[in-house]
């Protein structure tokens, strides 16, 4: 018969147990949300993560992320946050598993992404709002309208709750960055961490870079007049109509609000008849059969104007993530909905709040010395270069800021990666040449230039 151990040594080694567990949850990252390996992924030397984070704890209202830490020595790298835009659409599925993250799902397996901004920085992906991708509300009472405040709320409560679960990640540097609606998304987020620190010093936040973002409704989607007309996508007279009878922020105004004037109907079927269901608005360049990865701006463009979505590369990351050996080494789960989506269909978003202008608040990050690039595929009719341009230019402006980098080209490798123009070495606009909507996607290594050139805060290469 073995004897009992005495209470005083039970009660110790509890204790000690307890301690050790301690330790080394407070110095790794957490254990539960490890990535052992995702199915067909190849061999690689970098940790990854994903989980859920609470954000509300009363309403059951939990956020989705996946992170891939840096492929060589993550402790000195920076960390990054990444969103996409939609409003409603899928940092995973379009950031992490299209554009810039370590893999890109082929059939049954993964691929590397040689130009994976893993290699760089920390990559954290977050599916934003709620009811986006894996992200869920169990509480059936939180079926509301979710708007730009309650999603900056939520994105802040996640990365503070990410931050204790990641301590080794608390001071690191912190950039944000994201692309399309994330020109709200990433804005607002940034102006409540700036006031948290405030009160309590957490975010060591270095940079914000945005990508064909909407900063302003009105310059923003009449650029696209302009845009149209001199790539040839519409004639003199309906350019004509286009920026006189009827401009498209207008027509957007009023779709939303449901009183869509007969003169704006018949100028954007004219503008949709000669821009052509076959031409993808986010690559005037790309022939069609591209994914609806793409339409992470839809709701940007109201289907009445004419944006068709083809489906021939999205179905390799809807099959992916839909699988249930996936979605386990994921930790995921599906809440609500039958099967994860690229843009989410059940999200009841406050498309109004696309009017009230972002850049504004850029400016509030320059004045406290945070640098700020924006850049722009030159290929992306949807937001184009030629309004965050403006917007850009006109806030230096307003700041005072004089020209340090005057505008010119940029090199990625002996080729031209797009053109550049930098204001008071914190204010910068860039292109990529032959790029998108999702610049990453359909320019890798020429984003990963500029991406880098951003972490390090230099000027993007003048010569090959």
């Keep these: 018969m073995l004897s009992l151990l005495p209470w005083k040594t039970i009660i110790m080694a509890v204790a000690l147990l307890q301690l050790y567990f301690f330790i080394e949850t407070e110095s790794f990252p957490s254990l539960f949300d490890r990535i052992d390996r995702l199915p067909g992924q190849p061999q690689v030397g970098f940790q990854q993560y994903s989980g859920y984070v609470t954000v509300d704890d009363k309403k059951q209202r939990a956020l989705f992320y996946y992170f891939a830490e840096a492929e060589v020595d993550p402790a000195s790298k ?242 992916y993530l839909n699988r249930r050996d996936v979605q386990m080494a994921l930790h995921a789960r599906l809440v609500g909905v039958r099967q994860w989506a690229v843009c989410s269909n059940i999200l009841d978003y406050e498309l109004l709040d696309l009017e009230i202008p972002t850049i504004s608040i850029v400016g509030k990050f320059i004045k406290a010395g945070i640098p700020v690039l924006v850049y722009s595929g030159d290929q992306d009719s949807v937001i184009p270069l030629t309004g965050s341009r403006t917007l850009v230019h006109r806030l230096a402006k307003e700041l005072g800021l004089k020209t340090t980098v005057p505008y010119r080209v940029w090199f990625e490798g002996q080729q031209v990666g797009g053109w550049t123009q930098v204001y008071g070495n914190i204010l910068s606009f860039a292109t990529i040449r032959g790029a998108s909507h999702e610049a990453p996607f359909s320019q890798p290594e020429r984003s990963l230039v500029l991406f880098k050139s951003f972490l390090v805060g230099q000027p993007l290469p003048a010569a090959f």
Aim: charged share 20%.
């Design 78 to 319: 920076p960390l990054v946050l990444w969103l996409n835009g939609g409003p409603g659409c899928s940092s995973l599925g379009v950031g992490a598993f299209s554009e810039n993250g370590p893999f890109r799902p082929r059939g049954d397996v993964l691929v590397r992404n040689q130009y994976s901004w893993n290699r760089e920085a920390n990559m954290l992906y977050l599916e934003s709002p709620i009811g986006v991708g894996f992200s869920y509300a169990t509480d059936s009472s939180s079926d509301e309208t979710v708007n730009d405040k309650i999603t900056a709320r939520d994105n802040l409560v996640f990365l503070r709750k990410w931050l204790d679960r990641f301590p080794l990640y608390r001071n690191r540097n912190l950039f944000i960055t994201g692309e399309s609606y994330a020109g709200h998304y990433v804005p607002q987020l940034a102006e409540l961490m700036l006031q948290y620190n405030n009160k309590e010093k957490l975010f060591n936040l270095k940079g914000i870079a945005l990508g064909n973002p909407v900063l302003e409704f009105a310059t923003d989607f009449n650029s696209r007049a302009e845009y149209f007309w001199s790539h040839g996508l519409i004639s003199d007279s309906t350019y004509k109509l286009f920026t006189s009878v009827c401009n498209y922020s207008r027509y957007v105004s009023e779709y939303y609000r449901g009183n869509v004037s007969s003169i704006c109907s018949r100028v954007m079927r004219q503008v949709s008849g000669e821009t052509s269901r076959f031409v993808d608005k986010y690559d005037v360049t790309l022939d069609v059969c591209i994914s609806s990865v793409f339409s992470q701006s839809k709701i940007l463009s109201p289907q009445q104007v004419g944006e068709t979505i083809d489906v021939c590369v999205e179905d390799e990351i809807v099959n």
